[in-house]
């Protein structure tokens, strides 16, 4: 056994994790979160000196907080409609959870969002473990399902706004395309045991192999076209009020721009920022929401750049800042006494 043990080598062999080990998984994760904050401030610093300081400056302390708020109010609309998904997921595996532990739990992953491949997000996984009490790698499968729709709820807002507009339809396609490959491996059993077969003298597959099987026992109860069907009809509604984010900073700088084009820019930006697989698309998105501000609605480099960084602040920071506000939330499910009678009402 190793001395100092690896984030999936944690993840792999935990039979009853404690508070303390939990928290140096979670420390461990924090260093990428720490980064990403770094890496958006340096990206914002250069978007900033695009469009010339003193003008993003102006534009973004004169921008009218009455209506940016409501940037704000849709990120939480937007993450309490990805709730009901999660709680179907839950009812699917029949995991019993009392609703507003979940509703924490669920948030709290937004914490974790700027991870290589959102992996932080498995941290969720940990809380339902301990308050459950239902092996680890039966309860993955909600986590990977969750990260899963979510991208297909932003590929075909995408799509659609893509085709509404004759732009770029070729080119989002083959993004969708490209972003689902790497989701058959964890979604299709068919998949994992034809690279099981093939890749049978991996570390990794030696890992995976104990627990391969009641993962994906409990994955498959999810791969039915209903689950499917209600997690489109939720998440294609989400990915849009996201894309209020960008409506309502441009609002707040006085420009009322197409509700339609806003989408437009804001998904395509999100999906060419998905393909590089980079933590939160830091620098991809950014870049591109500045490009597609200026190129479609024929905004001046000044407001380009503060709208997107107005936009991306509503967007991904208030979600990760939200989520490590429900995070130390539900770091006490670790001390109290699990099982309660009032907890199974």
């Given at each position: 056994?190793?001395?100092?043990?690896s984030?999936?080598?944690s993840?792999?062999?935990?039979t009853?994790?404690d508070?303390?080990?939990?928290?140096?998984?979670?420390?461990k994760?924090s260093?990428?979160?720490g980064?990403?904050?770094?890496a958006?401030i340096?990206?914002?610093?250069l978007?900033?000196?695009?469009?010339?300081?003193?003008?993003?400056?102006?534009?973004?302390?004169?921008?009218?907080?009455d209506?940016?708020?409501?940037?704000?109010l849709?990120?939480?609309?937007s993450l309490?409609?990805r709730?009901?998904k999660?709680n179907?997921y839950?009812n699917?595996?029949?995991?019993?959870?009392?609703?507003k532990k979940?509703?924490?739990?669920?948030?709290?992953?937004?914490s974790m969002?700027?991870?290589p491949?959102?992996?932080g997000?498995?941290?969720?996984?940990?809380t339902?473990n301990?308050?459950t009490k239902?092996k680890?790698a039966?309860i993955?499968p909600i986590v990977?399902?969750?990260i899963f729709t979510?991208?297909?709820?932003?590929?075909?807002?995408?799509?659609l706004?893509?085709?509404y507009f004759h732009k770029?339809?070729?080119?989002i396609l083959?993004?969708d395309?490209l972003?689902?490959?790497p989701?058959?491996?964890?979604?299709?059993s068919?998949?994992?045991?034809?690279i099981?077969k093939?890749?049978?003298?991996?570390?990794f597959i030696?890992n995976f192999?104990?627990y391969g099987?009641?993962?994906?026992?409990?994955?498959n109860?999810?791969?039915s076209?209903?689950?499917?069907l209600?997690?489109i009809?939720?998440?294609?509604?989400?990915a849009f009020l996201?894309?209020l984010?960008?409506y309502f900073?441009?609002?707040?700088?006085?420009?009322v721009?197409p509700?339609?084009?806003?989408v437009?820019?804001?998904?395509?930006s999100?999906?060419f920022?998905?393909?590089t697989a980079?933590p939160?698309s830091?620098?991809v998105?950014?870049g591109?929401?500045v490009?597609?501000l200026?190129?479609?609605l024929n905004?001046?480099?000044?407001?380009?750049?503060a709208?997107?960084?107005?936009g991306?602040t509503?967007?991904l920071w208030f979600s990760v800042?939200?989520?490590i506000?429900?995070?130390?939330?539900t770091?006490?499910?670790?001390?109290e006494?699990?099982?309660?009678?009032?907890?199974k009402?």
């Amino acid at each position: 056994m190793p001395k100092e043990k690896s984030f999936w080598y944690s993840i792999t062999h935990q039979t009853k994790l404690d508070k303390e080990s939990y928290l140096k998984i979670v420390k461990k994760i924090s260093i990428f979160v720490g980064a990403g904050f770094g890496a958006s401030i340096l990206v914002f610093f250069l978007i900033a000196w695009f469009g010339g300081f003193s003008s993003v400056f102006n534009y973004i302390s004169e921008a009218k907080l009455d209506i940016y708020v409501f940037a704000f109010l849709a990120v939480i609309a937007s993450l309490l409609l990805r709730f009901i998904k999660w709680n179907y997921y839950m009812n699917v595996l029949k995991l019993k959870v009392p609703l507003k532990k979940s509703m924490a739990i669920y948030l709290s992953m937004y914490s974790m969002s700027i991870t290589p491949g959102n992996i932080g997000r498995i941290v969720a996984a940990y809380t339902l473990n301990r308050l459950t009490k239902i092996k680890f790698a039966k309860i993955i499968p909600i986590v990977t399902m969750d990260i899963f729709t979510d991208f297909l709820g932003f590929g075909m807002l995408a799509l659609l706004a893509a085709l509404y507009f004759h732009k770029y339809v070729a080119y989002i396609l083959a993004l969708d395309i490209l972003l689902l490959l790497p989701f058959l491996f964890i979604l299709n059993s068919w998949m994992y045991r034809k690279i099981k077969k093939i890749m049978s003298r991996s570390s990794f597959i030696k890992n995976f192999t104990p627990y391969g099987e009641e993962y994906f026992i409990s994955q498959n109860k999810l791969n039915s076209p209903k689950t499917y069907l209600i997690s489109i009809f939720v998440t294609l509604p989400a990915a849009f009020l996201n894309s209020l984010t960008l409506y309502f900073s441009l609002l707040a700088l006085g420009i009322v721009a197409p509700l339609s084009g806003t989408v437009f820019i804001y998904s395509s930006s999100t999906i060419f920022g998905m393909a590089t697989a980079i933590p939160g698309s830091i620098g991809v998105t950014d870049g591109s929401m500045v490009a597609l501000l200026g190129g479609i609605l024929n905004l001046s480099p000044g407001i380009s750049s503060a709208v997107t960084i107005l936009g991306r602040t509503a967007d991904l920071w208030f979600s990760v800042i939200l989520g490590i506000a429900f995070f130390f939330i539900t770091l006490k499910y670790w001390t109290e006494t699990v099982n309660k009678k009032k907890d199974k009402k």
